[in-house]
């Protein structure tokens, strides 16, 4: 089995294998199971799987939760999903936060924060060593 460095430097740890052979990576204990939730907050999975698929786009900048995105398009060379798929890419935190999968200018299936907070802080004293 090979296992894909998301970090040059350090690999990845081994991930766990249920009875059902699902295989969870660790990534820093901030791995959700819940689908495309988890390669939004992951963009390196991106990285590692559909940015080597195809041709990448940088379309450009635009505003979308009232926050500065970059639009990346990647044309599907194999075409089993769809025949291209967008990202809007938070600038500031590398969020996707939106994604969407075309067939034939069609979109086939989308996935969209309706809202993002990262304005709330940490409550400092929850953080006490007593």
């Keep these: 089995m090979q296992f894909l460095l998301l970090n040059p430097m350090k690999a990845m740890a081994k991930p766990e294998v249920f009875e059902d052979n699902t ?24 990285e590692q799987s559909i940015f080597r698929q195809g041709q990448l786009i940088v379309v450009g900048e635009e505003e979308l939760l009232k926050r500065k995105v970059t639009l990346l398009q990647v044309d599907l060379l194999n075409g089993k999903r769809g025949d291209c798929q967008k990202f809007w890419i938070d600038n500031e935190t590398g969020i996707v936060l939106k994604t969407e999968i075309y067939k034939k200018d069609k979109v086939m299936q989308s996935m969209v924060f309706e809202s993002i907070d990262f304005t709330s802080g940490f409550n400092d004293s929850k953080f006490e060593l007593n």
């Design 23 to 46: 295989v969870y990576p660790d990534y820093n204990g901030t791995f959700l199971p819940i689908g495309g939730v988890n390669e939004m907050l992951h963009p390196e999975m991106f």
